[in-house]
């Protein structure tokens, strides 16, 4: 158990203001330094974020918005990629009341409580965890979704929705004033949110530049041919398969993966700050990378 914990870094933001509760909190609790720890009821929270994030708006495989009841109060809220055992453990281990992930538990199936899933809910319920889901919504958000950052890591201008998934759109689409090195670009994103995986780049100039970019996180290869009818000559997104390979090698388009882990943390990060100032709650990021 021990280990698992070890292999999620966390990190804080949000610290709480001094004085008064804000309307609709609860009565909060000093530390040992008399600094005021505002808190909220956890329905209040939950209804925020299906409301901010349109939850109801997509459809989506995986079930969002509450996924496992926790304590009916939060002071402290913790954030995660993934719904796993290492983040609900670190989770209970830094006094999280509710764990807020890009990819929870429930993807519209059914499983048994046994085995490793018995072991995760076992986790979140004996420690008072809640856990909150937040799958399409987050990535299409276009405040704080994980696209919309990674467009503006990115430095494009004249953003604009892009990439349809059931009808709406989830990704973004902006430019350059001018071409840009695709390894200049690879570098923009790399020192923003880490290595990426691998860059694929289209028989086109050499080396290859990038002016119109589009950007899908997680699997969003798979968008190719929307991305070039759109007049991309650039996709980032998250990673690829074997199969997918040879399916971009064939178009005219560059691909840049930054990592599925990677472009996916950017909308959760954006999110946490977005709790922090708006409820004055404790808020961290726990941070566990799969490398994929």
């Not at 939950?46 to 109801?56: F, G, I, K, N, S």
């Amino acid at each position: 158990m021990q280990d698992s914990v070890a292999r999620a870094g966390v990190e804080s933001a949000g610290q709480p203001a001094s004085g008064s509760p804000p309307g609709g909190q609860i009565p909060g609790r000093a530390d040992a330094a008399g600094a005021y720890n505002p808190g909220m009821l956890t329905a209040d929270l939950v209804r925020h974020l299906d409301q901010y994030l349109e939850v109801a708006r997509y459809s989506d495989a995986s079930n969002n918005g509450l996924q496992v009841q926790g304590a009916p109060e939060v002071t402290r809220v913790a954030f995660a990629v993934d719904a796993c055992l290492a983040t609900f453990e670190a989770a209970a281990a830094g006094g999280a009341g509710l764990l807020i992930v890009h990819h929870g538990l429930f993807w519209s199936q059914h499983l048994q409580l046994v085995g490793p899933h018995f072991a995760r809910i076992r986790t979140l319920i004996t420690s008072g965890v809640g856990l909150y889901a937040s799958h399409i919504p987050l990535d299409a958000h276009a405040e704080v979704g994980n696209n919309i950052q990674l467009a503006r890591m990115l430095g494009l201008g004249n953003i604009e929705p892009w990439g349809l998934y059931k009808g709406l759109p989830i990704g973004f689409i902006g430019e350059y004033p001018s071409p840009l090195p695709l390894g200049d670009v690879y570098t923009r994103l790399r020192d923003e949110i880490g290595e990426g995986n691998l860059v694929q780049g289209h028989g086109g100039p050499n080396p290859p530049t990038a002016k119109r970019v589009a950007v899908c996180s997680g699997f969003g290869v798979t968008l190719i041919d929307e991305a070039l009818a759109a007049g991309a000559d650039t996709l980032v997104t998250g990673e690829t398969s074997h199969t997918w390979y040879q399916q971009v090698a064939e178009r005219q388009i560059n691909v840049i993966y930054g990592g599925h882990y990677n472009t996916e943390t950017v909308g959760v990060k954006a999110l946490q700050k977005h709790v922090a100032a708006r409820f004055g709650l404790e808020t961290f990021f726990i941070d566990a990378p799969t490398e994929l």
